[in-house]
């Protein structure tokens, strides 16, 4: 194990303790598969932002909440928080090359895909890709490190008519799809 220190302000006091290093608890999320989100909004002038995401939580069933966990620094971060409004793309198993489309930083990302922009939509639809979708409004956000947790109410849900409807999975550092054993 790493020694690293951190000031733990929570109660008042400062207080040193230990942690891993991160590869080690990168490794050991790694062993914990996810389904795999592309979370979007778009700025207040129409310029859509999206990236892809695994750490998304179902929250609440009342109201009905998940939060999503994006680095600090994103751009697409910080338009969601000046937009308040976010969408949830959950991506099917045919979507692995449009995850890493939207993990790559590659700025005309949404010229390489197809999207739709309704109005009552809380931010861009990858109607290909994506096999449900959650509108959501960001009811708070918590900083947490170098992340900021963003907990969202979802106020809709979309069904695209996509290719695939079993959801892509991310594990071990690889894509993979549904099975049941
Ligand atoms: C499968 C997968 C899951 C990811 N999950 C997250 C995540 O939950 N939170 C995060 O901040 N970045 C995550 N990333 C990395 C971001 O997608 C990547 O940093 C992206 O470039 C960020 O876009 P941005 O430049 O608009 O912030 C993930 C990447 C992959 C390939």
Redesign the pocket.
Known sequence: MTESRVEDGTVGHSTTMTVVAPAEFRSLMSTFPTG?AIVTTSDLDGQP????????SSVAVDPPTLL????E?????AAMLRRSTFAVNLLHARAGAT??L????TPHRFDLVRWSADPEAAGPHLTDDAHAIADCRVSRTVSVGD?TVVFGEVFRVAHPAAPDRSPLL?GMRK?ASWSVL
């Open positions: 795999v932002w999206g990236m892809t995401c695994s750490s998304v999503v966990c994006l680095r620094g994103s751009p697409t971060l995850a890493d939207f993990a790559s930083g992340h991310y894509y």
